[in-house]
Every structure is written in C-alpha cells, then in structure tokens.
C-alpha cells in the first residue's frame, strides 16, 4: 500500500535519417526483437553519492532547489571530472519522490554510474523550491529553461555542459516546455507520457470535469507542497520562506481554480488558461531528438500521439512506443523491455549516449522503427513510421435497429434498421471498469489487481445500450482516433454520452480497448481541426467554450461526435465489435454544479436514413 501511495505521488503529475522500409503492419516478432548487436555498455564507477538541495538562482530572485547525483568510486567519494546532466523537474517533492523508486523513471543510478550528472529539481512552489505553484503558468516554464541553462554552465565543476532531460508526466511536460524555448546546451529529451492538450486530453474530457483524477493530483501537489521542506535544517529562512509560499499558492491557485470548475466558473471550459499549459501549443518549437513513451490505458493516451506527430512531421528525430499500460505503470517503465528494445534505463542509455554524449550508433534508426505499438487482441507489439498507417482506410459501422438495457442492436457496414435507443442516467455507470482505473492514474489495479471488472466490461455495459457485429469473419485490425456519430435528442436538453468500444469474445468476455466522452450541449464541431480519412471524420474538434454551448431544443435530434481515444488492435474471426453508451462515467467524470440536473435526464440515440448514427474506425491491413 505504501508503495501505491507513492506510486500515485509520483505519476500526477528525430531530421529522421533513413530508415529501413517497414511494411505498413510489420510485427515485431514475439516482442523481443533483436537490438541489432547493441548491448548496454557496463558501468564506469561502481557507485553514486547525492548532494542535497542545491541553491539555483532564478532571474527574478526565486531559489528552487535540486538535488545532484554524481558517479562515486568505491570509497564512496565523488568522481573528479565533469559528465553530461540529465535534469528532472518535479513537483511532487524531490525528498519525497526519491523513495518511490522507479516509479518516478528509470532509477538515475543506471545512468550515473556510466558516465552521467543526474539532476533533480523541484519545480517553483513545491517541495524545498522557493515561489508559488502554477502548474506549468509562464514563470515555471521558463525556469525549466532556465534549470537547463544553469546545468549547462561551465561554473558547475561537474557539469561538461551537455544536458538531457528525461521523467515521465508532469516531469515529461516540462521537457516540452524547457525544449521550446531552445535553451543552451540542451540536446535531447526523453518525456514518458507527457500531455499534448490538457484540457482535451485530462482536465475535462467531452466537457465535463475530471473529479476522479485532477482534485486528487492537485492535492497530492499541495500535501507534499506543505511537508516543511528539507532544507529548513540547513537554510532556516529559505526553508521558512517556502513554506509560505506553497500556503499563499494553496489559498491564491489551487483551491479557488477547483472551485472555480466544479461550479462552472471559466476553469470549466477551454480558454487562455489551458492553452498556456498545453504541450501541443509549443510542441512546434521543439527541436531536439525526443523519445515519447504512450501507454493505450493511460491519462493522455490523446496527448502523446499528437505530439509524436507534430515531431515526426517537421523531421526531429522521434520514437515513441506505445504499450498495454496505464500511468503508473508506463511512468515506471513497467513492461517497455516486452517492445524488444531493451528496459526503460538501457533505452535512455542508448539516446542520450547518442544525443547527449555524441556517440556514434550507426543502427539506432534500424534498430528502432519510429513507432513500436502493442495490439490488443492479437497481443503483437508491430513497428510503423506514422501514426495513422499509408493503409489506412475508414470503414463506417452503421448502428442498427433499437436497443435497449440487455438486448443489444445492431452495427453494420451494410443496409441499416431504422430504430432507436434510450440511455437513462445511471450515476454508477463506468465505477468498476478499466475505464475508472485508467483515469484514477492506475492506482485501483495496482492495489486490487485481480479485480474482474478491470478486464471485462460485461457488467458495466448492462448500465446503458450496446450496438455489435455479428461474428466477425476476417481479423479487423484497427490503429489511431475513432469517431462516433450519434444522433441525439434528450428530455432535459443536455447529457453527456460515455461511449466504449470494445471486442467481445465468443465466451461474453467484454474487453474494453478505448474511450470517447461528450456533452451534448458542447457539441458544436471545428472541421478545421478536426480529422478526416478518405473523407469521413475520425477524430472530432470541439471547441468547449462557453461561447459554444447549446442546449439541445425540445424534440431536437442532433448529430453529436464522440472523440473516442486513439487505440490499436485486432478484433479476430468469430469475435464482435461493440459500441457501448452510458450517460455517466464514474469516478472519471461529473457535471458541474449548474450542469447537474441537465444530466439527469434521458437521452435517446436515433439511427434511420435520416438519422445516420455512425461508428467509423481507422482500419489498417
């Protein structure tokens, strides 16, 4: 239990060479694919030794505070010499941080002992760092850049002025940020899980509050915020100091931004607040070599993907792997060796000996395609350069004929019933599901593993309507954003559509390979920044402003596009696909205050000529 509490801690938070040609579905065979003759190199220095809170001088006077790991000899003593920095910016106390083990990364030992400086810094506001805490606002932003820079001077007696950065979730979305501002000596980055869009990808997904996972994050932050930091002992006044601060941060941001959302307020929708802390808005500035690690179960499993495109798009040198994990385990690296490329510290060796340090490795971009990704269903890990496969294509299932609580309707890429179907309020929907697991970072599964609702969403499917194929004759092998279109009218003129899609075994097992949310009043579409494939769309934009918002009319029937998150599978012969709809999803997400009783209303979905309720997938193969 204490190391699930830790765990929970530590998550809340390349121009591309020529590479061998992949076919479009190349599988990375058993999942242990061949590193071409690349081995670890073995350690230099047979041990490490810490120096603790470290002063680091902002430009408008603020004292964050690091803590340095060198390479020790067997006696224990710092190594002479001066080594690459791989920097960390935390805000869940560095003190704190440094016993949940890898939880937090890869343990900076490995690294350390073969040559490298390991920095860890507290980011503005928390831990033993002066300030008050943002998440991610201008000021922090910068001082990433500037941590970087301060590592990069030749004053530091230990530092040769070569910087990578490396850390999974907030400690990978400062990497995004510190990398756009091009600071000196910086020259690789490697961020597990970052955000692209916070608002999209966490905050409110669909348009509803996330209340399962951000008013826990957020005061996880400020309970390790108000810990007295430890270099009271040693420095009285700027221990005292911060500890004010991280009390006034409580009272000026943290507390009123949650109240602010939950009662509707402007932290409900999208605007100037969640640009600024959004990945996606700077991710064009980013220049150096990047390796991204996605996990299909995990909170920005919509976030990652779109930054690893906007690299691959522009030619910085990109990877990203993408695995069965949820944010715990994919910040910890658990299960990355499966992908066939080695642990998560042998791969953060092998880019930043080549990035950072300028070794020569020759066959990194054979050894490695661009995109290494895990397929549910068939359990292959395969290798592409994009995203979106050349092959793809879209393939539109038609929701057919009514359905109801236990009798499913149809879906269909031939000739369509008309019927329709009614999703009553079900406060419970999503409670026990991989669903609730993911958004609550994986902490559920870690302490109740063997829970049978993480793997099958029969149960929870029983809560609203499913639409399914018929057996499926030949594998469907599915990669990237799947949109749904439901046409909807409600009672009470809004609701909120959580929608699953899922494979379904010929025994009834129910397994839930993705996602999508919407709020029926923000439904409003931004086709230029939404996603088409031969013509039809498969990953929608929507505003969510309050600009945007618009009740559904008495007796109106809309078209309402889910946003379902992207996945990769294979659905095979003799399973079904299913499309599953609630009008909840606990403890993920809740209207706001003023919103309430608009979701307590029956919603009904309609599919008729008229009403062209579509599921369309990005099919590959």
Not at 12 to 35: E, N
Request: proline share 8%; aromatic share 8%.
């Amino acid at each position: 239990m204490r190391r699930s509490l830790l765990a929970l801690l530590v998550a809340v938070g390349v121009l591309v060479a020529p590479s061998p040609a992949l076919s479009p579905a190349s599988a990375v065979a058993g999942g242990t694919a061949a590193r071409g003759g690349w081995t670890p190199r073995p350690a230099d220095y047979p041990g490490t030794v810490t120096r603790t809170d470290l002063p680091i001088r902002m430009s408008d006077g603020t004292v964050l505070r690091g803590d340095l790991v060198l390479p020790a000899d067997a006696d224990g003593q710092a190594a002479k010499g001066r080594f690459p920095v791989i920097v960390t910016i935390t805000a869940y106390n560095k003190s704190v941080q440094a016993n949940a083990g890898g939880l937090a990364g890869a343990p900076p030992a490995y690294l350390v002992q073969r040559g490298y400086a390991q920095l860890t810094v507290d980011a503005r506001g928390t831990g033993s760092s002066e300030g008050t805490w943002t998440a991610f606002g201008k000021r922090e932003d910068k001082d990433s850049a500037e941590v970087v820079e301060w590592a990069h001077s030749r004053k530091r007696p230990w530092s040769d002025g070569r910087v990578g950065m490396a850390g999974p979730s907030y400690m990978g979305i400062n990497q995004i940020f510190a990398a756009a501002q091009h600071p000196a000596g910086l020259k690789a980055i490697f961020p597990q899980v970052p955000a692209g869009d916070v608002y999209r990808d966490v905050v409110a997904s669909g348009g509803q509050v996330d209340v399962g996972f951000i008013p826990l994050w957020m005061g996880l932050v400020t309970t390790t915020g108000v810990i007295p930091p430890a270099v009271a002992q040693s420095d009285p006044q700027s221990g005292f100091g911060a500890l004010v601060d991280h009390l006034f941060g409580v009272a000026t941001f943290t507390a009123p931004l949650l109240l602010d959302a939950v009662t509707g307020g402007d932290a409900a929708y999208d605007g100037p607040f969640y640009r600024e802390r959004s990945p996606i808005e700077v991710i064009d500035q980013v220049r150096v070599p990047t390796f991204l690690v996605s996990g299909e179960y995990d909170l920005f499993q919509r976030g990652t993907p779109l930054l690893f495109e906007d690299l691959r798009s522009r030619g910085v040198p990109t990877r990203m792997i993408t695995g069965p994990w949820n944010h715990l385990q994919a910040s910890a690296g658990d299960g990355i060796a499966d992908a066939g490329y080695g642990s998560l510290a042998e791969l953060q060796l092998r880019w930043f000996d080549h990035y950072v340090r300028g070794l020569a490795d020759r066959r990194l971009d054979r050894d490695i395609p661009p995109l290494t990704y895990y397929e549910q269903g068939s359990g292959d890990w395969r290798a592409s350069h994009d995203l979106i496969r050349p092959d793809a294509h879209a393939v539109s299932f038609r929701l057919s004929g009514s359905a109801s609580n236990g009798t499913p309707g149809g879906l269909t890429t031939g000739a369509a019933e008309d019927g329709t179907a009614d999703v009553y309020p079900v406060p419970v929907s999503g409670l026990c599901t991989r669903s609730a697991d993911q958004w609550t970072a994986g902490l559920p599964s870690t302490v109740l593993s063997d829970l049978p609702c993480f793997g099958d969403n029969a149960a929870n499917d029983q809560t609203g309507v499913v639409f399914e194929t018929d057996p499926l004759d030949a594998p469907l092998h599915l990669q990237g954003p799947i949109n749904a279109r439901l046409y909807t009218s409600s009672v009470g003129g809004d609701g909120m559509l959580s929608v699953s899609v899922s494979d379904v075994a010929p025994d009834g097992t129910v397994s839930r390979l993705t996602g999508g949310w919407q709020v029926l009043s923000l439904r409003q579409l931004d086709r230029s920044r939404s996603r088409y494939l031969d013509g039809r769309l498969i990953q929608p934009y929507h505003p969510f402003t309050k600009a945007s918002k618009k009740p559904l009319g008495s007796g109106e029937v809309a078209p309402v596009d889910v946003e379902v998150f992207p996945t990769a599978a294979e659905i095979a012969p003799g399973h079904r696909l299913r499309i599953a709809v609630q009008g909840f999803d606990v403890p993920h997400l809740a209207p706001t205050l003023p919103d309430l009783p608009g979701a307590l209303t029956v919603m009904t979905i309609h599919s008729s000529s008229t009403y062209p309720s579509v599921l369309t997938v990005p099919a590959v193969g």
